[in-house]
């Protein structure tokens, strides 16, 4: 979604694959020419799912980065508390789907496609309304190819 920088490695952290081979994640750890990205990646999200034209990105700055761009365990903590709530929120009467999160240079995001931006902006006033430990942005795209979702791919498979 933002710009990716030019990437120099993927190392493969973990994935789920064996666990949940129908929705199966992948961890990846990227470095780019400014720094490390975590990548989170539902690996082939984009099967079945082409009525979903419309990329989401729900974002917010990290209170202190590290020198690596990265967030410590008690924000990582309340992180996952707000990406809980950007998923149930956003994925309700499957309105969209949640493909991947990141994590560099001083920012989280999480990435999902829609066939409803309209929905999406009214659960994101909420969610941003009662989320009081960060400040969350949106951003909505036309994505139809989902090329957002395959910039990471590739960016994370190479």
Request: glycine letters at 8%; hydrophobic letters at 40%; proline letters at 4%.
């Amino acid at each position: 979604m933002w710009p990716l920088g030019k990437r120099k490695e993927a190392t493969k952290a973990g994935d789920d694959a064996e666990a949940n081979p129908k929705q199966a994640w992948t961890l990846y750890l990227v470095k780019l020419d400014d720094g490390p990205m975590v990548v989170r990646l539902q690996q082939n999200a984009g099967n079945g799912n082409e009525s979903l034209k419309y990329m989401v990105g729900v974002a917010t700055p990290l209170h202190s980065p590290n020198a690596n761009g990265m967030h410590d365990a008690a924000e990582g903590a309340q992180l996952g508390v707000i990406e809980d709530a950007v998923i149930a929120a956003l994925e309700k009467d499957a309105k969209a789907v949640f493909v991947l999160s990141n994590c560099s240079k001083g920012a989280k995001e999480w990435v999902l496609y829609t066939h409803d931006p309209e929905f999406v902006k009214g659960e994101f006033v909420k969610l941003r309304d009662a989320t009081k430990t960060h400040k969350l942005q949106l951003l909505i795209r036309g994505d139809p190819k989902w090329d957002t979702y395959a910039a990471f791919v590739k960016l994370s498979r190479k």
